[in-house]
């Protein structure tokens, strides 16, 4: 991993922040791998119970960065037509399945597969200065990075279909109206309200919110008898965890609930 992604640690809480504030944090294929990299990383730390991502400078991630992306085009790199698969999906798989809650640090713009990334979070606090564009259409490209699949759930899918087939930035404002950000906060409090989130769900049963991820996920686009029977099993290794059995003697003593994430 290099200094383009970089991981900050405190209160169970890991911090990926996206490091190329000159350009706004777009995308390299550098920078994506070690996305990749820092992801499978506080995924497997056990000292990590929550985990946010955010960008550099004035501005949250914009995407692809074009400049490179066009130059590879031009010495026929195959890698550019290879970045879907090879890194955009496992970044938005990454932040999907981390089995413990990720949330979005939106300061400024969040735009093409930066947007994408902030969909693919839990939850997304927002500056009043953000906004959101898909902007995949005004370069003759489809949607990527989950994007077809999150915007929908997130907003509907006559809201999805704007916002990709016009390709108009929404404002902090406009996104929470819609539903589609938790809370909007001043600018210079976009990190510290969202980390005061994490901190609290880091504090959480850890355990039962990875299946609670699952479970959203699984319902999204399953049959009702598939997806009572997904929420029995994930139930049952929820009602197995040392987190359960501890809040339920609580509860019954009358005594404060802690939750060690396991």
Not at 1 to 22: C, E, F, Y
Not at 248 to 261: D, N, Q, R, S
Request: some cysteine; aromatic content about 4%.
């Amino acid at each position: 991993m290099s200094d383009s992604v970089l991981i900050d640690r405190a209160d169970g809480v890991s911090t990926i922040t996206l490091n190329r504030p000159a350009t706004m944090n777009s995308l390299t294929i550098e920078m994506k791998e070690s996305l990749i990299a820092a992801l499978a990383e506080v995924r497997d730390d056990t000292a990590t119970r929550a985990v946010v991502l955010t960008g550099a400078g004035r501005g949250f991630c914009v995407g692809q960065d074009l400049r490179e992306h066009a130059e590879l085009l031009a010495t026929g790199d195959p890698r550019p037509l290879q970045t879907v698969r090879d890194h955009y999906n496992p970044i938005t798989l990454g932040l999907m399945e981390m089995p413990k809650p990720v949330l979005a640090a939106v300061n400024g713009m969040a735009a093409g597969a930066g947007a994408s990334f902030a969909f693919a979070c839990d939850f997304r606090i927002a500056g009043e200065a953000a906004g959101f564009l898909l902007a995949f259409a005004r370069v003759g490209l489809s949607a990527d990075s989950g994007a077809s699949w999150t915007l929908p759930r997130l907003v509907g899918h006559a809201r999805a279909t704007a916002m990709m087939m016009l390709a108009e930035p929404v404002s902090a404002a406009q996104a929470m109206e819609m539903g589609l950000v938790t809370a909007v906060v001043p600018d210079d409090r976009v990190l510290a309200a969202t980390h005061e989130l994490a901190v609290r769900l880091a504090a959480g049963p850890t355990l039962a919110y990875a299946c609670i991820k699952e479970s959203l996920a699984y319902g999204g686009s399953a049959g009702l008898a598939d997806a009572l029977e997904r929420e029995a099993v994930l139930q049952a290794k929820a009602g197995l965890s040392e987190d359960h059995r501890n809040a339920t003697a609580a509860f019954v003593a009358k005594a404060p609930m802690t939750f060690e994430g396991r």
